[in-house]
């Protein structure tokens, strides 16, 4: 078995799907998600009134209540146009229960 069908196959069993290709859509989606979330955050950024140099508890901010919810709304988007969106949604789910201590029975 090489590396790479050896990650496949942890993925698998890990997320609790079955096929090869499911775990490729997967990853597609992962990588839009975040070259989306970067685009989008940009254009939203230049918006803003934001002074050129600002102190980095700023940024902080700006990722905690900007980038965040951005990424996971448009992770969901993607996981929807990719036919995946039970996946997302469960992985949200499971994200954000760890986020806040929710346990699920």
Request: hydrophobic fraction near 55%.
């Given at each position: 078995?090489?590396?790479?069908s050896g990650f496949?196959?942890?993925?698998?069993?890990?997320?609790?799907?079955?096929?090869?290709?499911?775990?490729?859509?997967?990853?597609?989606?992962?990588?839009?998600?975040?070259?989306?979330?970067?685009?989008?955050?940009?254009?939203?950024?230049?918006?803003?009134?934001?002074?050129?140099?600002?102190?980095?508890?700023?940024?902080?901010?700006?990722?905690?209540?900007?980038?965040?919810?951005l990424y996971n709304?448009?992770?969901?988007?993607?996981?929807?146009?990719?036919?995946?969106?039970?996946?997302?949604?469960?992985?949200?789910?499971?994200f954000f229960g760890?986020?806040?201590?929710?346990?699920?029975?």
């Open positions: 078995m090489t590396k790479i496949i196959e942890k993925l698998k069993k890990r997320w609790g799907i079955h096929s090869n290709w499911q775990v490729v859509v997967i990853l597609i989606v992962f990588a839009l998600t975040g070259f989306s979330t970067l685009y989008v955050e940009e254009q939203i950024l230049f918006l803003l009134p934001l002074p050129e140099k600002q102190d980095w508890w700023v940024g902080l901010l700006i990722f905690i209540f900007l980038t965040m919810p709304l448009i992770l969901l988007v993607w996981g929807f146009l990719f036919g995946q969106f039970k996946f997302f949604w469960n992985f949200e789910k499971r760890r986020i806040f201590g929710i346990r699920r029975k």
